[in-house]
């Protein structure tokens, strides 16, 4: 069997509804370059499979394998202008993987959009990215000092790979997590906004912090540096998103 044709995933999540149109499928693929410190989902972070207390996390998977649960559900695809959406971790991790499955899913008429932090070669990104519907794209914090301070990677080739994708008129919805105290600050959403004004990007979305990933870090063995944060008011968020789509002239809703 060709390697492209299976990969390491931890999860594959049914009826989806927030990651993407309609009914939605995602498939979770584990490894991500970013170490982000808010991670809801730490056991996505390394590309191995590890103990999360005493659950195992992650497993070889094949493309049919995917798509013998992914494929249940095209009736509701179909209805609901849904589709599958591959997530992490950072599918982009393993691109030869994520392409076999964009390349499946393609040739079954299904709906394919991933979540991606942008964090990889262009080549790379392209290869899997060229083919699929709808790119959401976070971008987490526009001062690459900052951005280096909480994801753990400087932004530079992020915002240059959003920038030529938008530049090749992909669909593509720009994410925020909102985190308090890390980038839920007007300056920083207002240069987000104008940024994507910029580039040709018209939609953003508002993720409100959560802190149901933290129980997830004392069954890995890690430490959760963000305890005690309070999750922001989805009607705080919608104030602020509306001043900024009023400002900007991009669409900004709350997740």
Not at 233 to 239: A, C, I, N, Q
Request: proline share 4%; net charge negative; charged share 30%.
């Amino acid at each position: 069997m060709q390697e492209s044709n299976k990969g390491l995933i931890y999860n594959i999540q049914r009826y989806s509804l927030h990651d993407g149109p309609g009914i939605r499928t995602i498939v979770f693929l584990k490894g991500c370059p970013l170490r982000c410190k808010w991670c809801s989902n730490p056991e996505s972070q390394k590309m191995d499979i590890e103990m999360m207390g005493s659950q195992e996390v992650g497993r070889i998977a094949t493309v049919d394998e995917i798509f013998d649960v992914v494929s249940r559900d095209k009736v509701f695809y179909d209805e609901s202008n849904g589709g599958m959406t591959l997530s992490g971790g950072e599918p982009l991790m393993q691109p030869d993987f994520a392409n076999a499955l964009v390349l499946e899913a393609k040739k079954r008429n299904i709906h394919v959009a991933i979540e991606t932090t942008g964090f990889q070669q262009w080549e790379s990104l392209w290869k899997v990215v060229e083919k699929i519907d709808l790119v959401l794209f976070d971008i987490k914090v526009m001062d690459s000092k900052r951005h280096e301070k909480f994801v753990g990677v400087p932004n530079e080739l992020i915002l240059e790979n959003v920038k030529k994708l938008a530049g090749m008129n992909k669909d593509i919805i720009v994410r925020i997590p909102i985190i308090p105290g890390c980038n839920d600050s007007w300056d920083n959403l207002a240069k987000t906004s104008e940024f994507c004004k910029n580039i040709g990007v018209k939609n953003i979305e508002l993720l409100p912090y959560h802190r149901l990933g933290e129980a997830k870090y004392d069954k890995l063995g890690r430490t959760y540096e963000l305890k005690g944060l309070s999750t922001p008011s989805k009607e705080e968020l919608r104030e602020i998103a509306s001043e900024l789509t009023e400002e900007f002239k991009v669409k900004l809703s709350v997740i």
